[in-house]
């Protein structure tokens, strides 16, 4: 219903100057399509007051709301008086991004959605020099609806094939992009309940989010539970302005009308300092890996680490509260380093938590990605005695055009709780892993030997003997000539 209408985007993006790539394209749609959204709620939330008898004032004001500025309608239609062209840019640059980058001087509290609206707005810039090609994406975004859960399930279907080719277009995209396939697998081992609180402290495009909302919500939910899954069961925290504007855009879509994400670098908060209050159930993450974090950063962690990615897993350990459980997406070296910090953090998730389940992922199951990755679950409380290892073998080269699928994970997830051995999985007892180094490499014991190499000598007999049938055949053949 809405494939053309986000084509139609696409191509008239393309002849925008100021943007240039496919990043750029999510984020300027981002902003428009969470100004239509926005647009739309108040309209729903006026109608609900109305039947109610109860007064009820727009968050944003008359001249900046979509249906004033962007889509003045007369007679049914977009009237053709509408601002464009430079009326329009100016329009936008000059009075529309101060109005809404206000918002977050004026509210009070980082959840509320005013404070989200001026957020956005003070951390992106419209990058449109056209106002005539922003006139044509403003005409396609208005043709958007979010009125009922089907609309709303296209749209997010739609946006997420735009986060995901995101992902691929290279740069530091792939940050931003996590198989769903994935997700959806450890969501199903985690099995969050209503009640619970979820948080990603690397959120991203907030994928682990959405995908356990669409898990959590069903059709005959009460309306005590709904209310719990909209305000009191997903959070997370953000560095990057662009993957903070599309995590809550994604949000939005998925149905989370008040997404719960903070513009903030997790590893600024002392991990030491964590407190009952700050802590949730459940932990899903992919946090990035790669990448550095400055000495002060590292003075809030107890092991001290330039990777990122260990930095996240100490974080994430102290955001759980006892009996909390995790599923956490992260280079298989972590493993095996035989470096100090690697070994301390090792010995911390071994001794401080119960890590039950290793899944081993195929090179190529992130795009772009230079190094393999496993899943670690654990539950916080008890040391580990036993780990159940599960290496993912599709059976094909992963890539491209080959991404990882659901039937792809079913396995697994069939198997995880289980503790069986097959060609693929097979258990360890930490108490024998050798020396002191808590190494927890993936070394699969039941995988079938392969058939040894063969000496150049036999290859060479082999080589002879056919050439030998070959000559024997062609003497008959010519025989019957």
């Known amino acids: 219903m809405f494939e053309n209408v986000f084509n139609n985007i696409d191509r008239a993006l393309r002849t925008e100057q100021g943007v240039a790539s496919e990043l750029d394209y999510a984020e300027q749609t981002s902003w428009l399509l969470f100004l239509k959204y926005l647009d739309d709620l ?3 939330r006026a109608d609900k007051a109305e039947l109610e008898s109860k007064p009820y004032t727009p968050i944003i004001e008359e001249g900046f709301r979509w249906r004033t500025w962007a889509a003045p309608i007369v007679g049914g239609v977009i009237d053709k008086d509408a601002m464009t062209g ?10 529309l991004f101060p109005y809404l980058a206000k918002f977050k001087e004026t509210t009070e509290g980082p959840d509320s959605t005013e404070y989200k609206i001026g957020e956005i707005f003070t951390e992106i810039i419209n990058k449109f020099r056209s106002g005539y090609v922003l006139r044509d994406v403003i005409d396609q975004i208005d043709a958007l609806r979010f009125g ?3 609309e709303k399930h296209e749209l997010s279907d739609l946006y997420e094939s735009r986060i995901k080719r995101m992902g691929n277009a290279g740069r530091n995209g792939g940050e931003y992009y996590t198989p769903r396939p994935l997700i959806r697998a450890m969501i199903k081992v985690i099995d969050p309940k209503i009640g619970e609180t979820i948080y990603d402290g690397a959120v991203g495009s907030a994928g682990f989010l959405c995908e356990a909302y669409a898990y959590m919500r069903k059709d005959d939910i009460s309306a005590k539970d709904y209310e719990t899954l909209q305000k009191k069961t997903f959070y997370g925290q953000e560095k990057k302005s662009l993957a903070y504007v599309i995590g809550i ?8 009308e008040t997404p719960n994400i ?29 990448g550095g974090e400055r000495k002060e950063v590292q003075q809030n962690f107890p092991i001290k680490s330039g990777e990122t990615a260990y930095l996240f897993l100490q974080h994430f350990i102290r955001k759980l509260k006892a009996g909390g459980r995790a599923a956490v997406v992260i280079k298989n070296t972590v493993l095996s380093n035989t470096d100090n910090a690697s070994i301390a953090l090792r010995r911390e998730l071994l001794e401080s938590c119960t890590l039950h389940t290793i899944l081993d992922m195929p090179g190529g199951t992130f795009q772009g990605a230079g190094v393999k990755t496993v899943v670690l679950f654990f539950e916080k409380g008890a040391p580990t005695r036993k780990i159940w290892y599960y290496q993912l073998d599709p059976g094909r080269n ?5 991404p990882l699928n659901d039937d792809d994970m079913k396995e697994f997830v069939a198997l995880q709780g289980t503790s069986k051995q097959t060609e693929k999985s097979w258990s360890i007892k930490v108490a024998d892993v050798g020396g002191e180094t808590y190494d927890l490499s993936v070394n699969n014991p039941n995988a079938p030997e392969e058939a040894p190499l063969r000496s150049p000598e036999e290859i060479i007999d082999e080589l002879l003997a056919r050439d030998a049938e070959t000559a024997e055949i062609l003497a008959s053949i010519r025989g019957m000539l």
């Open 86 to 95: 430079d009326d329009l840019i100016a329009f936008v640059n000059g009075k």
């Open 262 to 290: 903070l513009h903030t670098n997790s590893l600024n908060e002392n991990v030491m300092d964590i407190q009952e209050k700050d802590r949730h159930d459940i932990v899903l993450a992919n946090p990035p890996f790669g």
């Open 249 to 256: 855009m994604n949000m939005v879509l998925h149905g989370i």
């Open 398 to 402: 992963m890539g491209k055009t080959n």
């Open 148 to 150: 009922t859960q089907a």
């Open 42 to 44: 108040e309209g729903t």
